[in-house]
C-alpha cells in the first residue's frame, strides 16, 4: 500500500503539471451544462445522458494519460516499484478518482438548478433514491472507460493515429450497438455494454435501485475482465513493442 501511494503521489504530480487534462474537463463541463439548458428534463433520461459523456470522457482521459507518461517515466516507476501490476492498479486508481470526483458536476449543477427553479425542472417527482441513483449511474461507466483506455496506450498500440481511431470506434459501437446489432442482440454484451444497460436504466422516468446494481455488476464486470487480460499482456510484452 505505501507504494501505491508513493506511485498515486507522483502520478498526480505528473498528470496535473500536463495540459493533457483540459480536454476531457471542458467536455464534462460543458456536456453537463447544456444537458439542462432546456427545461423540464427527463429524470433518469438527463442522467444518463451525462453518465454517456463521462463514459466518454473516462476513455479520452485515460488515452491523453498514456499519452502523457513516456517510457522513461514509466521504467522508472518499474525501477523504484519493481511490481507492474501495482503500477498500473495505481493509474487505474488515481484516474478513476479523478473522474469520480468530477462526476459529482452531474448532480450538483442539476440540484442547484433544481432548488432555484423548483418542481417544474424535472418532469415526475424527484426523490432521495433518484439523487443517490443519479450520481451512481455517472460513476457506471468510468471503469470500462478506463479499461479501454489502458488498450490504447503505447505499449499496445505504437501507431497513435490508429490508437485514437480505435478509441473513437469503439465508443460508436459501444453506445450505439443496439441500432447496429438490435436491441436485443447478444452482440450488445460482446462489445462494451453500455448500451443495454442504460436501455435498460432508462425504462421508466425514475431509477430502480436493484437495476442500477445489476449494472454496476455488468459493467464492472467486464471493465475487470478488459484490465486483467491487459495487465497479462503487458507484464508478457514488456518494453519490446
Same mark, same amino acid.
Given at each position: %500500500?505505501?507504494?501505491?501511494?508513493?506511485?498515486?503521489?507522483? /502520478?498526480?504530480?505528473?498528470?496535473?503539471?500536463?495540459?493533457?487534462?483540459?480536454?476531457?474537463?471542458? !467536455?464534462?463541463?460543458?456536456?453537463?451544462?447544456?444537458?439542462?439548458?432546456?427545461?423540464?428534463?427527463?429524470?433518469?433520461?438527463?442522467? *444518463?445522458t451525462? @453518465?454517456? +459523456? %463521462?463514459? #466518454?470522457?473516462?476513455?479520452?482521459?485515460?488515452y491523453?494519460?498514456?499519452?502523457?507518461?513516456?517510457?522513461?517515466q514509466?521504467?522508472?516507476?518499474? *525501477?523504484?516499484?519493481?511490481?507492474?501490476?501495482? !503500477?498500473?492498479?495505481?493509474?487505474?486508481?488515481?484516474?478513476?478518482?479523478?473522474?469520480?470526483?468530477?462526476?459529482?458536476? @452531474?448532480?450538483?449543477?442539476?440540484?442547484?438548478k433544481?432548488?432555484? #427553479?423548483?418542481?417544474?425542472?424535472?418532469?415526475?417527482?424527484?426523490?432521495? /433514491?433518484?439523487?443517490?441513483?443519479?450520481?451512481?449511474v455517472?460513476? #457506471?461507466? /468510468?471503469?470500462?472507460?478506463?479499461?479501454?483506455?489502458?488498450?490504447?496506450?503505447?505499449?499496445?498500440?505504437?501507431?497513435?493515429?490508429?490508437?485514437?481511431?480505435?478509441?473513437? *470506434?469503439?465508443?460508436?459501437?459501444? #453506445?450505439?450497438?443496439?441500432? %447496429?446489432?438490435?436491441?436485443?442482440?447478444?452482440?450488445?454484451?460482446?462489445?462494451?455494454? /453500455?448500451?443495454?444497460?442504460?436501455? %435498460?436504466?432508462?425504462?421508466?422516468?425514475?431509477?430502480? &435501485? @436493484?437495476?442500477?446494481?445489476?449494472?454496476?455488476? !455488468? +459493467?464492472?464486470?467486464y471493465?475487470?475482465?478488459?484490465?486483467? &487480460?491487459?495487465?497479462?499482456?503487458?507484464?508478457?510484452?514488456?518494453?519490446?513493442?
Amino acid at each position: %500500500m505505501k507504494l501505491i501511494r508513493a506511485d498515486l503521489t507522483y /502520478i498526480t504530480k505528473l498528470y496535473f503539471h500536463s495540459t493533457k487534462v483540459i480536454l476531457p474537463s471542458i !467536455i464534462w463541463l460543458l456536456s453537463v451544462l447544456l444537458n439542462y439548458q432546456v427545461q423540464p428534463n427527463y429524470i433518469t433520461a438527463s442522467f *444518463l445522458t451525462t @453518465a454517456t +459523456v %463521462m463514459f #466518454i470522457v473516462a476513455m479520452i482521459t485515460t488515452y491523453g494519460f498514456f499519452e502523457n507518461l513516456t517510457t522513461l517515466q514509466e521504467k522508472l516507476l518499474l *525501477l523504484d516499484n519493481r511490481n507492474q501490476n501495482s !503500477i498500473y492498479l495505481a493509474f487505474f486508481i488515481f484516474i478513476y478518482l479523478v473522474l469520480a470526483l468530477g462526476s459529482t458536476l @452531474a448532480i450538483i449543477i442539476p440540484m442547484i438548478k433544481y432548488l432555484y #427553479i423548483g418542481k417544474n425542472f424535472f418532469i415526475g417527482q424527484l426523490t432521495g /433514491i433518484d439523487i443517490i441513483s443519479g450520481w451512481l449511474v455517472q460513476l #457506471i461507466g /468510468i471503469p470500462l472507460g478506463i479499461a479501454i483506455g489502458f488498450w490504447t496506450q503505447k505499449r499496445v498500440i505504437k501507431h497513435r493515429k490508429t490508437a485514437l481511431l480505435l478509441t473513437a *470506434l469503439i465508443a460508436i459501437i459501444a #453506445i450505439q450497438s443496439g441500432s %447496429m446489432f438490435g436491441q436485443t442482440s447478444w452482440l450488445n454484451y460482446v462489445f462494451p455494454p /453500455i448500451y443495454p444497460v442504460f436501455l %435498460m436504466l432508462g425504462k421508466s422516468n425514475q431509477f430502480h &435501485l @436493484a437495476s442500477v446494481l445489476l449494472a454496476f455488476i !455488468i +459493467v464492472y464486470g467486464y471493465a475487470l475482465l478488459l484490465l486483467l &487480460l491487459n495487465f497479462y499482456y503487458l507484464n508478457r510484452c514488456k518494453f519490446d513493442r
